[in-house]
């Protein structure tokens, strides 16, 4: 079964490795409520130019966020929002496992 399926692990192996870096995590929390040009972007995460559209290039590439062309400025907005909602599952998580430890350190 694992051989029939192999590729499309692949496919979301690519799409989740595109989202493991804090950056690139900020850039589509930043997104969540409307597109942003890319000079918002880089003055929202204080980084530069070029570091932050390398990120972008990542997540365009993964087909999470999608670009529009206005003039000089290049907009980028969430391609799948549904993004947010498997964030807020693993931020579930993170919060779940907090309880867990905190509970055992409590009965310490």
């Known amino acids: 079964m694992y051989k029939d399926n192999i590729q499309l692990y692949r496919y979301r192996a690519e799409v989740l490795k595109s989202l493991s870096h804090p950056v690139r ?17 880089v003055d929202y995460l204080e980084e530069k130019q070029s570091s932050v559209s390398r990120h972008l290039a990542i997540l365009r590439g993964s ?17 799948t929002p549904c993004v947010n909602v498997f964030l807020n599952c693993v931020d579930r998580i993170i919060k779940e496992r907090h309880e867990e430890k905190s509970k055992v350190l409590d009965n310490m």
Do not use: H, M, P, W
């Not at 900020?26 to 972007?41: G, M, N, R």
């Not at 529009?68 to 391609?79: A, D, F, I, T, W």
């Open 63 to 79: 087909g999470i966020v999608e670009t529009r062309k206005e003039g000089l400025q290049v907009y980028y907005s969430l391609n």
């Open 25 to 41: 995590l900020a850039i589509v929390d930043y997104l969540t409520d409307s597109e942003k040009c890319v000079c918002d972007i």
